[in-house]
């Protein structure tokens, strides 16, 4: 059974969708040149061949059965054997080490560790850190003079305590000029009546 990934173009299967259209453009791109080299020369087909080849155009294996093809021809058409340039193949087939052990021999699955007791002295060490944390912000939110949910309250009375000592202490003094004046305005009321005297 294919599974859902598997993409097919040109009878082959391709594990990924761009790799699938553009094996399908390659087969558009084959059927185009096969058109165009109809009844041409040996010569006009081996250039248009090593055009193909310099360019690049093919690099799926639907592109490849058509170049395959075409050397085919061409040995058919009276082209040397020396003179067809073999097909390039920009991709690696075999993914061997260079010691020439097989990849899949090479690896090895990662040693569990036993994370289960590392996990719990992290988880530990954390949550400790965030309980200080906690606690430091308890203590600076206690202790500031600005006012605040822990505060207010005592914040809040030390103003008013603050404020009522300076009108206390306005108010004698108003008082006491009060006093000063209501004496010196009785001194120049008395010098004034000695002075009508």
């Known amino acids: 059974m294919a599974d859902k990934t598997d993409y097919?173009?040109?009878g082959y299967r391709f594990a990924s969708l761009k790799d699938a259209g553009q094996a399908l453009q390659e087969q558009k791109k084959a059927a185009y040149f096969e058109e165009k080299l109809v009844?041409?020369?040996?010569?006009?087909?081996?250039?248009?061949?090593?055009k193909i080849l310099d360019e690049k155009v093919f690099q799926t294996p639907a592109g490849w059965e058509y170049l395959k093809?075409?050397?085919?021809d061409l040995?058919?058409?009276?082209?040397?054997?020396?003179?067809?340039?073999?097909?390039?193949?920009y991709v690696t087939f075999v993914h061997d080490h260079e010691d020439g052990t097989p990849v899949r021999s090479?690896?090895?699955?990662?040693?569990?560790?036993?994370?289960?007791?590392?996990?719990?002295?992290?988880?530990?060490?954390?949550?400790?850190?965030?309980?200080?944390l906690v606690i430091a912000m308890f203590v600076i939110s206690l202790n500031s003079?600005?006012?605040?949910i822990l505060n207010y309250k005592s914040v809040l009375e030390n103003q008013y305590a603050s404020w009522e000592q300076e009108l206390t202490r306005r108010e004698r003094d108003v008082r006491q000029k009060e006093a000063l004046l209501e004496k010196s305005g009785e001194i120049q009321e008395s010098q004034m009546q000695g002075e009508d005297h």
């Open 106 to 132: 090479r690896i090895k699955p990662a040693k569990k560790k036993d994370t289960g007791r590392a996990l719990l002295r992290t988880s530990v060490f954390i949550n400790l850190f965030l309980v200080a």
């Open 39 to 50: 009844n041409r020369s040996a010569q006009e087909m081996l250039a248009v061949y090593d």
């Open 75 to 89: 040995r058919r058409a009276g082209i040397r054997e020396e003179a067809i340039r073999p097909i390039p193949m």
């Open 69 to 72: 093809k075409m050397q085919e």
């Open 145 to 148: 003079s600005n006012p605040n």
């Open 8 to 10: 097919y173009a040109g």
